[in-house]
């Protein structure tokens, strides 16, 4: 006797003659209850009323000739074209630029160069971590503060004693040399998150590999420039991306430093924009604010394609 073949969404017999239960279809299995959804309403609420709705008044004021308040008429893209040709503008950009640039190199190399230190065979290399990420923990214009005394004091007193002719006076008052301050407080801070990234990435490499490296003969630099940093790249990418988005906010560090000076020779984008919010360019700071807000989104989409899939490494 033939028996006709089971359609689909029939009932399947088990092997002992019993109702199997019809598999369920994928789009049912993977349904979101509405109530989640629910949860969702404060926080798109509180979202929209704190950041979506002032980002689009402010795009929209820089279409005007608007001080802040009272009455104010729409020019066009007027604010944006001056904007190209303002040299105070410009100063800002590349300042911030430079500095950015400056700050992501010396913070990965340092940092890199600490986790591989850090994760040798070295004695209370844990309370070492700890020493080393205490700077994070701390707020940048208490860390500004603290070494604008040390630059303004400590330093021009250690110079004269040694007779060191550049460190005789106040780095943070000379136009030329102020920016290396602002780099060196910068790093200090922001080293620990770079380093915590990089032992993280360095643990997550087999002992298998460097062991079958140095049964081979490959010293331990051999080792470094062979195993670690190719397998590291993907944490590399990450800080570095991360970093000069990061570097490119510069404000608090700066502000309890030189407080954008000697003049304006370490004036950041973002003490730019503050800066004239009160000075009576509320319109004109909101076209520039839209520009640094479009680089943001650039390098946020730059970082999300260089680190999608890096979370397995």
């Known amino acids: 006797m033939v028996t006709a073949p089971a359609t689909r969404g029939t009932t399947r017999r088990g092997s002992a003659g019993t109702a199997a239960p019809t598999p369920r279809p994928a789009d049912r299995r993977h349904r979101v ?3 989640f959804y629910l949860f969702l309403v404060p926080t798109l609420v509180v979202f929209t009323l704190s950041i979506t709705l002032p980002a689009v008044m402010g795009i929209t ?22 904007l190209f040709s303002d040299p105070a503008i410009r100063s800002s950009y590349l300042f911030t630029i430079g500095f950015a640039l400056v700050t992501v190199l010396l913070v990965n190399v340092v940092a890199f160069l600490l986790a591989v230190g850090l994760t040798a065979r070295i004695r209370a290399k844990i309370a070492l ?16 503060y603290v070494f604008n ?14 007779g060191i002719g550049p ?9 030329d040399l102020a920016w290396t301050t602002i780099v060196i407080v910068t790093a200090w801070q922001a ?7 990089y032992i993280a990435g360095i643990l997550s490499i087999p002992g298998e590999v460097y062991e079958a490296a140095a049964m081979d003969g490959a010293s331990a630099r051999r080792r470094l420039v062979s195993i670690t ?21 510069a404000y608090d560090i700066i502000v309890g430093l030189t407080n954008g000076g000697p003049g304006t020779a370490t004036r950041s984008v973002a003490m730019t924009i503050f800066s004239g919010f009160t000075g009576g360019d509320y319109a004109y700071q909101m076209a520039n604010a839209t520009i640094f807000f479009l680089i943001a989104v650039v390098l946020a989409v730059v970082q999300l394609r260089l680190t999608r899939g890096r979370s397995a490494l």
Do not use: C, H, W
Not at 167 to 175: F, G, H, I, K, R
């Open 33 to 35: 209850p509405r109530t």
């Open 61 to 82: 004021f820089s279409f005007t000739d608007s001080v802040g308040f009272g009455e104010f008429s729409f020019t066009g893209l007027t604010n944006y074209v001056a």
């Open 129 to 144: 971590r700890t020493v080393f990420v205490l700077p994070m923990v701390i707020s940048g214009i208490v860390i500004a």
């Open 149 to 162: 005394f040390l630059f303004s004091n400590s330093v021009p007193q250690l110079g004269q004693a040694l």
């Open 167 to 175: 460190l005789e006076q106040s780095l943070l008052a000379d136009p």
């Open 191 to 197: 080293i620990p998150s770079a380093l915590l990234i």
């Open 229 to 249: 940093l190719p397998l590291v790249a993907g944490y590399v990418v990450i800080n570095l991306v991360i970093g000069f988005k990061n570097f490119l906010n």
